[in-house]
């Protein structure tokens, strides 16, 4: 039986973390949970612990990037086979982990990522969906070389073979695409599977939208 472990990356996220850790947890208890606290100043550390999660904590706040790569690096020292990012605000599916995962078992991908674009099941709101997300997709592919439908796939699993590969050194939202363009740098073999995401919070604010393609063209020429 694979080793899995499920990286949960936490940034004040007391309101949802505990239920995302159930849900996990029931869709497969031999899977094991870290939590990786980037510095909360809520309760995050508290109810990741209380719900059963090893949770590992950043004594200044890094970025979402950073912390899943402490809860990678742990993964890989603790002997796992496989390895699992999944977000800590209740957007992902627990039973899709299993979806996910299921290339690497059956030895047919080193790393997949999950894409909200290759289904209709996700109600990606329509900014994000087609200014954000489009022109990240166009960045990733003129620059990065990277050909991927959902340029900012959050859910993803490697097998530790393509973990150890993955040295990826962005901290925050242009981890995504490096980790992308590495492992298209490092020829590993990568699938795409349909994710359902459930958005909580339907407005994209114009800001956040400058500043997620800014972290994407940093990433490019800082990486």
């Known amino acids: 039986m694979a080793n899995i472990f ?21 869709a497969d208890k031999s899977w094991r949970i870290v939590v990786v606290d ?50 800590a605000d209740g957007q992902f599916i627990a039973n899709e982990i299993k979806n996910i995962i299921t290339p690497i078992i059956d030895n047919k991908a080193d790393i997949v990522f999950g894409s909200r674009f290759l289904t209709q099941k996700s109600n990606v709101p329509w900014f994000k969906k087609y200014v954000i997300l489009a022109l990240a997709r166009l ?20 097998a530790r073979s393509a973990a150890k ?11 995504c695409s490096e980790i992308m363009h590495l492992a298209s740098k490092n020829k ?12 909580h919070d339907f407005g994209q604010r114009f800001s956040g939208g400058v500043r997620i393609l800014k972290e994407f063209f940093l990433g490019i020429f800082t990486g």
């Open 139 to 158: 960045i990733n592919k003129i620059f990065l070389g990277v050909n991927l439908s959902d340029p900012q796939a959050g859910f993803r699993a490697m």
């Open 38 to 87: 980037d510095c909360s100043t809520d309760d995050t550390v508290k109810l990741a612990r209380t719900a059963g999660a090893v949770v590992l904590t950043h004594i200044i706040n890094r970025g979402q990037g950073a912390a899943l790569k402490t809860g990678t690096e742990y993964a890989i020292i603790k002997g796992a086979d496989i390895i699992v990012h999944f977000d």
């Open 188 to 199: 590993l073999r990568a699938q795409e599977v349909p994710i359902t995401i459930i958005y």
């Open 165 to 175: 590969k993955l040295n990826w050194r962005q901290d925050r939202m242009a981890h």
């Open 6 to 26: 499920i990286i949960i990356p936490a940034y004040n996220e007391a309101a949802s973390i505990a239920r995302v850790i159930r849900y996990v947890s029931a």
